[in-house]
Each structure stands twice: as structure tokens, then as C-alpha cells.
């Protein structure tokens, strides 16, 4: 199944063993959301505003749309074998075009249609490549291709109504009826693409490898944890501009925040998490895959990038040379940050009860106070909000090591016991290459 067989000069598609991980040409194809996150982050803290920001919502949801088609093929396929890396750099560079088109798929509606019609064209390229792959993956497979065929609806009418939002437009005199119908027309892709996931259901799919599911979507968030910190610095325009000590200190409270998100995500949850998915099976695994981390890492992603720009106004105020420290931020930069927080760890409470059905009265409490805190922060100095979002993270990191210890040890006790077993099995395997006789060395007579 997992075999490695030779065929033309790059190799055949290889398919998933059910203990595959995720291997490095999946890292570097990330790196073009790595671009993508930080062009929505750029582009939604330039104007913030209510539209603005339905803008980034609907644009980060096709994105990760495609997300979700890639993570399918990659159940299928090693992505970083034989002939796909080709298909697959294809796939990169129309992503990247994607992601550089996005700012301007908004734009004036009476304007030029080149970048909205640049949007619609790399992602029908993506898409394509997508379904080309997978569909050859599994040609031998009448049971996967009929399911496969079941998404050709969604991708049609996801295209037609991109295309659609780039040339109509333009064709209707009033600006603002414009706008709403080029708003309509995403918000109906974006009902159509997450309705398509219930509606074609579970039957005829599968999750080879549990662990490789996990891991790639723990990546993505982990990148788009990246964004926030890289947030902290450009985009609070840390460079360039003489290091105060009000700076650096709100620096290191942006990136104490993240490591608590970080932390409040994979300490426990996370790789609880994975063993659930593990010990799914059938018909439970997909639909938990699917709830879990295709559908609920979404909002997660968006809270980050809402607490990324919350933090970035609030960064711009305290190294703004006329600003002070005793100035307070104005604005939606307060409740952005905290709105952020607060959408993060409700999200991933949501996560923890449709994976390990339990739910933890420390997530409840963190919300509670989060949303409290709010109106707090508005009226406090720029460095006293960002004070107070991160003693109410590290309070939560650290009651639940106290509270928690019993579990957290368990759990990473059979971790430690898996990874110890897994690497001794792949030690005794590579010993094998001890006794290996060089056979092209070079001889002397």
C-alpha cells in the first residue's frame, strides 16, 4: 500500500501508510499561507472597519477552504513524492497569486476587474490541480470516485460565482448595490463550500493516518501563531523606529499572549486530541476530522488574526512618539485584541467537548473574564490593556498545570511511551544500514 515502486523518471504518486506524518515539502507548500495570513492581517489593520473586516472573513474562509481540499488529497497521497511535488509547486504558485490578488478582490466595484478576475483564475488553477490528483489517486476506487464527483457542484458553482463576483460588478451603476452584490456573491461561496462538507457527509471517505491529519493541522495553526508574532514586530512597526523600553515591554507581553495560546492549545488539549482521532474509527473518524479540524481551526485561525491586530493598534499607540503611556487606544483595537482572545478560547472549548466531550470550567472562566475585562481595558493606558489580556492568558496557563497535573502527566506519560516505542522500532529498523557494504567506493590495487 505504502510501497515505494518506480515508474518514469520522477516516480508514481505514493499513497498514505496509515502511520504517515506530515513530510517536508507539506512544510514548505505552507509557507505560501504563511504569505497568505500575513496579506489578510496586512490589509484588514490598514482600514479597519466592519466591512473590512466581513471582507477578511469571507476571503480567509476560501482560503481555507482550499486548505481543507489540499489536507484531503494529502489523506491520499504523499505530497512529496514521485511526480506530485511537480503538481503541487503548480498549485503553489497559483496560491501565491491568490494571496497577492487578495487585497484588491474587494476594491472599488467600478474600478478595473483585473484583480478580482486574477483572484477567480488562481483558484479555479488550484482547485484544479487538487481534483486532477485526486482524482487519479484514486481512479481504482469506484467507491471514492463517486464521493469524489459529489464535490464537482461545489467547485462549479464556488467558480461560477467567483467570476461571477469580478465581472458583475462593474456592470451596475450604483457603487454601494455594487458592493453588496460582490459581498452577496462571496458570502453564497462560502455557504456553499461548508454546507457541501454536511450535505455530502462522511460515507466513502477515510483518514488513513490519524496522525497525519493531526499534525498538519496543528502546522497550520502554529503558522498562523507565526503571524501573530511577526505582527508584534512589523506590523507595530517595532523596526525602524528607536527601541524604547514601553516598546519592548509591550513586544514581550504580545509575545508572552501567544506562547498562552500556544500553550493553552498543545499542553493538553491538542495531543488529547490526537489520541482521540487515533482510536476513531470508520465513519466517527471522518465526521470528528471533519467537525474538529477542518471546520473549527477555521475561527480559531480568525480569532488570532483578530488578537494580531488588536495587538498591532495597540502597539502603534505605545510607540507612537506622540502618543504616551498614559494614552489610551481609541478605536476597535481594545475590542479586536480581547474579541480575539475570547473567540480563540470559546472556539477551542468547542473543540475539546466534539473531540474529548468534556468541557473544562477554566475555559468557561477565561471567557467570562475576557469579556469582562473588555470595557476594563478601553479605559486603561495602551501598556495596561496589553498587561491585563496577558495576566488573564498566563493565569489560565498556570491554574490549569495546578488543577490539571494528574491528567497532564497521564497524558504525557502514554505520549512519552509512544514516542520512546516508536523511535526505539525506527532505531532497530536504521541498524540495518550499519552492515551495508558500499558497493561504489572506489578500490585500490
Given at each position: 500500500m505504502g510501497g515505494y515502486r518506480r515508474g518514469g523518471q520522477l516516480g508514481p504518486a505514493i499513497p498514505i501508510?496509515?502511520?504517515?506524518?506530515?513530510?517536508?515539502?507539506?512544510?514548505?507548500?505552507?509557507?505560501?499561507f504563511v504569505f497568505s495570513f500575513f496579506i489578510i492581517t496586512r490589509a484588514t489593520a490598514a482600514n479597519i472597519s466592519g466591512r473590512q473586516l466581513l471582507h477578511a472573513g469571507l476571503v480567509l474562509a476560501v482560503l481555507w477552504w482550499i486548505w481543507v481540499v489540499h489536507s484531503l488529497v494529502a489523506t491520499r497521497v504523499r505530497l512529496g513524492e514521485g511526480y506530485v511535488p511537480v503538481l503541487m509547486v503548480i498549485a503553489m504558485v497559483a496560491l501565491f497569486v491568490f494571496a497577492l490578488a487578495l487585497p484588491q478582490a474587494f476594491s472599488d466595484p467600478k474600478g478595473s476587474a483585473g484583480g478580482p478576475m486574477l483572484v477567480a483564475i488562481s483558484y479555479v488553477v488550484v482547485r484544479a490541480v487538487h481534483m486532477?490528483?485526486?482524482?487519479?489517486?484514486?481512479?481504482?476506487?469506484?467507491?471514492?470516485?463517486?464521493?469524489?464527483?459529489?464535490?464537482?457542484?461545489?467547485?462549479?458553482?464556488?467558480?461560477?460565482?467567483?467570476l461571477a463576483a469580478a465581472l458583475i460588478p462593474a456592470q451596475i451603476t450604483d457603487p454601494d448595490q455594487a458592493a453588496?452584490?460582490?459581498?452577496?456573491l462571496w458570502i453564497t461561496v462560502v455557504l456553499v463550500q461548508y454546507a457541501t462538507g454536511f450535505i455530502v457527509g462522511t460515507w466513502g471517505w477515510g483518514v488513513t493516518s490519524a496522525e497525519h491529519w493531526t499534525e498538519r493541522y496543528d502546522l497550520i495553526l502554529i503558522i498562523a501563531l507565526g503571524e501573530s508574532i511577526i505582527s508584534t514586530g512589523v506590523g507595530g512597526n517595532l523596526l525602524g523606529k528607536p527601541v524604547t523600553w514601553p516598546a519592548a515591554a509591550a513586544a514581550a507581553l504580545g509575545i508572552v499572549v501567544t506562547a498562552a495560546l500556544w500553550w493553552a492549545h498543545?499542553?493538553?488539549?491538542?495531543?488529547?486530541?490526537?489520541?482521540?482521532?487515533?482510536?476513531?474509527?470508520?465513519?466517527?473518524?471522518?465526521?470528528?476530522?471533519?467537525?474538529?479540524?477542518?471546520?473549527l481551526y477555521l475561527p480559531m485561525i480568525a480569532g488570532v488574526i483578530l488578537f494580531s491586530i488588536g495587538n498591532e493598534?495597540?502597539?502603534?499607540?505605545?510607540?507612537?512618539?506622540?502618543?504616551g503611556l498614559s494614552e489610551k487606544v481609541d478605536g476597535p483595537g481594545?475590542?479586536?485584541?480581547?474579541?480575539?482572545?475570547?473567540?480563540?478560547?470559546?472556539?477551542?472549548?468547542?473543540?475539546?467537548?466534539?473531540?474529548?466531550?468534556?468541557?473544562?470550567?477554566?475555559?468557561?472562566?477565561?471567557?467570562?473574564?475576557?469579556t469582562a475585562a473588555l470595557p476594563v481595558g478601553q479605559h486603561l493606558p495602551a501598556l495596561g490593556t496589553l498587561t491585563l489580556a496577558t495576566v488573564i492568558c498566563v493565569a489560565l496557563v498556570a491554574v490549569e498545570v495546578v488543577l490539571m497535573s494528574q491528567s497532564r502527566h497521564a497524558l504525557r506519560a502514554a505520549v512519552f511511551q509512544e514516542r520512546t516505542t516508536h523511535e526505539a522500532h525506527e532505531a532497530e529498523w536504521r541498524a540495518r544500514w550499519h552492515d551495508v557494504r558500499e558497493t561504489d567506493e572506489p578500490t585500490t590495487s
Open positions: 501508510a496509515p502511520g504517515a506524518r506530515v513530510d517536508k515539502f507539506e512544510v514548505f507548500f505552507d509557507l505560501v486532477i490528483l485526486y482524482q487519479h489517486v484514486v481512479r481504482d476506487s469506484p467507491q471514492e470516485r463517486r464521493q469524489l464527483w459529489r464535490f464537482a457542484p461545489e467547485l462549479a458553482v464556488s467558480i461560477v460565482l467567483l453588496m452584490v460582490r459581498d452577496g498543545f499542553d493538553f488539549v491538542g495531543p488529547a486530541a490526537r489520541i482521540a482521532l487515533h482510536a476513531a474509527e470508520g465513519g466517527p473518524r471522518v465526521a470528528m476530522a471533519r467537525d474538529a479540524y477542518a471546520y493598534e495597540v502597539l502603534h499607540k505605545i510607540t507612537d512618539p506622540a502618543g481594545v475590542p479586536m485584541l480581547f474579541g480575539g482572545l475570547i473567540c480563540y478560547f470559546a472556539v477551542n472549548l468547542l473543540f475539546q467537548l466534539r473531540t474529548l466531550h468534556t468541557v473544562t470550567w477554566t475555559r468557561i472562566g477565561v471567557i467570562v473574564v475576557l
